[in-house]
Structures are given as C-alpha cells and as structure tokens.
C-alpha cells in the first residue's frame, strides 16, 4: 500500500481541531514498518525502542475502548493477516494467531485498513479487492464478511457513535452503513496519497498523507461541506503513514517516555 501522488498542502486553511496522543505504523520500506508516537500538540514524535519490525509489512492497526493497540500484516511481508498486540510503551509485539480467508493474501488483496465499532466491540478491517470484515478480538475464528467491495480501499474509520464508516480509495470518500449502504460523498477529495483515516477524540475526521520526502500530514475533512484544511505536518522515518490510531485515554506523553529511555526522538514541524 504505498502513496503514489503526495498532496500539496499549499494554499489549504488551518484545522481548527485539537490535539491528542496518537500512534501509527510508519512504512520505512517495501515490507518494513517503524511504530510511532506522537503528541500532536507539543510536537514531540517518538520512534517506540522495540517498534522497528523488519519484513512484517504491517498495514492497519486500531486502539479500542482500552487503549489497546491491535494490528494486522500485509501482503508483501512474513506476517500476511497475522493479529498483532502492540505495546504502545515500546512498540513490542505479541502475535495472537492468523485470520482465515476464503482467498488468498497477496500485495493487491491484503489487509490495508482497521477501526473499532466501539458499540459492538468487534475490529473491522478492509481487505483490498474483497470487501469489509469484522471479528473478536478475542477470537479470530468470528471473522465476518460484513460486505463485499471489489475496490482498491486505503483507508476506514467508523465515526465514535458507530452509526456510519467512511473509507477511502485514496482519492475519493465514502460512507457505509446497514440503512443506506455504500455511498460516494466526494470523488477526488485528494489528488492521491491517503493511507489512514481516523477520528481524534473530538469527532474531526483526519486522513494521513506522506507529503513530502520523510514527511507527513494529518488533514481534517469536514463532513458536512467536505472542504479540507491542515491540521499538522510531522517529520518521520520515511512520512509513508500506514495507520492512524488516536489513544482513547490518557497515556505518558512521548516525551516522558524518551526521558524514560523507551523511544529515539525523531524532529517534527507543526503549521497552523
């Protein structure tokens, strides 16, 4: 799942969201991933110590309710559809066993995105030219087809009331839900580029996108007049944001956390 066209930012408003403790999956290579954190508002960004997982290709992650951080490997890496549970300390890993397809995982048909239904408790994830699933995380043998999408999808996120998810192909937005389907709100939205979608715990929509050589930015989409405008632009391992989870609780600040010897702090530039 790799950007291929970066947006340019230039020329777009300041969000006027807040900011939060966040965590991602940075794509430092073709199967490579890097755990990040990062406090949006003090601009401290921390590489977690154990988080550099090489050939893993780790693509969609998601905290729940718990700020337990969930995680599943890509096509192109040894991990293909494997469940991961991450420590948002140190980014270590703890594998929770394989989920079962009907079909097989490869780079064009792999798990690209996931978001909590926080009412129902299940993760869903998106698998590229499939569709739609749910499960347990308890139990991986619930896996649920929920509905089928042949579409290269990038990018869900399920609103915080868990009456609509939105999703992305990269360019273009969408909603879902059981009542009124799959619906397109706005094509071309973005020129090309986003990778994670998720709300902050003030209910902005933000997407990620690599915008520069090892950069990356979040950018707020206003739901009601889909207008966009920049929240934040963040130095990284490579800027390829792969995912995008917000801590639903309070969690050390990541620069408490270097103080502590966890993480490497890596630079960060923050507009408004």
Known sequence: ?????????????????????AYGIDDTGHSDSQLIMWDTSSGSVTN??????SDYDLEASDLNTSNQWYMIGGGNGVVSDQVFLASTIDGSLTNLGTLQFSNSTSGRREVVGASFHNQSGRLWIARERDGFYSFDTNDLTSLTKEFSLNKNVEAMAWNPSGSMLYFMDQKSLYSWNEDLGKQLLKSNLFEKGVE?????????LLAGIKSGHDEFSLINIDLNSHTLSVFGQYDAPSGDLE?????????????TVALLGIGGMIGLRRRR
């Open 196 to 204: 994670s979608l998720e709300f902050d715990q003030q209910g902005h």
């Open 48 to 53: 977690l110590a154990n988080g550099r997982h």
């Open 1 to 21: 799942m790799k950007a291929i066209l970066a947006l340019a930012t230039a020329g777009l408003a300041a969000s006027t969201a807040t900011a939060d403790i």
């Open 243 to 255: 995912s995008l989870a917000f801590a639903p609780m309070a969690v050390p600040s990541p620069g």
